[in-house]
Each structure stands twice: as structure tokens, then as C-alpha cells.
């Protein structure tokens, strides 16, 4: 059974840094994407980050040049070091994995990050 595990969630002061880890146990097999999503109370999940099996990544506009998502195959784990934190950042962030074959997607339980001004 697949599960995605995040960490490193927190508090922190804007302009600050955090970097949040997902590692998957279980194997996942046809892996067609891996995101980072968030959600503030009362908003929509709103995608944040996206990198592909083959290396490319894309960024929602709000967080181009302050976060970077990155993997590790061999530890089965994914990444985003958000620096320049900004109270609009404030979420609670999920990790996503895209496969080609049912069920499609797998999903974390998520991480607070709650950044005060």
C-alpha cells in the first residue's frame, strides 16, 4: 500500500525559510508527475509546484523564484525549499503523485506552514 508522508511543516517569520519533505513508502509504479499543492482555510487547493519524471518543473506565478521542487529517487522523496516566505503562503501543503493507471493520484495528509508578519 502507497503512502506519502509530509514533513517539515512549521512556523516561521516572513522572509524566512522551510523545507518540506514527502517520502512515499509502498512501491508506485508509472509515475507520470510529482506536485506540491496547498490550501488556506475556506480556499480552494491550489496547485504550487510540478516536476515530471523527466525533469521539468513549473511553478504558480506567486512562488517563481522563491520555491524549488526537487526529488530523490533513491530515497522515494520529493521537496520544496520555499525561501522569502510570505504570510500568503500561509497553507497547509500536500504532496501529490500522478500515475498513468488507477487510482491515478496519491495523496499526503498534508503539512502546516503558517508564516507570521
Known amino acids: 500500500q502507497v503512502q506519502l508522508v509530509e514533513s517539515g511543516g512549521g512556523t516561521v517569520q516572513a522572509g524566512g525559510s522551510l523545507r518540506l519533505s514527502c517520502v512515499a513508502s509502498?512501491?508506485?509504479?508509472?509515475?507520470?508527475?510529482m506536485a506540491w499543492y496547498r490550501q488556506s482555510p475556506g480556499e480552494q487547493r491550489e496547485l504550487v509546484a510540478t516536476?515530471?519524471?523527466?525533469?521539468?518543473?513549473t511553478y504558480t506565478d506567486s512562488v517563481k523564484g522563491r520555491f524549488t521542487i526537487s526529488t530523490d529517487n533513491a530515497k522515494k522523496a520529493l521537496y520544496l525549499q520555499m525561501t522569502s516566505l510570505k504570510s500568503e503562503d500561509t497553507a497547509v501543503y500536500y504532496c501529490?503523485?500522478?500515475?498513468?493507471?488507477?487510482?491515478?493520484?496519491?495523496w499526503g495528509r498534508g503539512t502546516q506552514v503558517t508564516v507570521s508578519s
Open positions: 501529490n503523485v500522478q500515475i498513468i493507471l488507477n487510482p491515478y493520484n496519491y
Open positions: 509502498g512501491n508506485i509504479f508509472g509515475i507520470r508527475s
Open positions: 516536476i515530471t519524471t523527466g525533469g521539468s518543473t
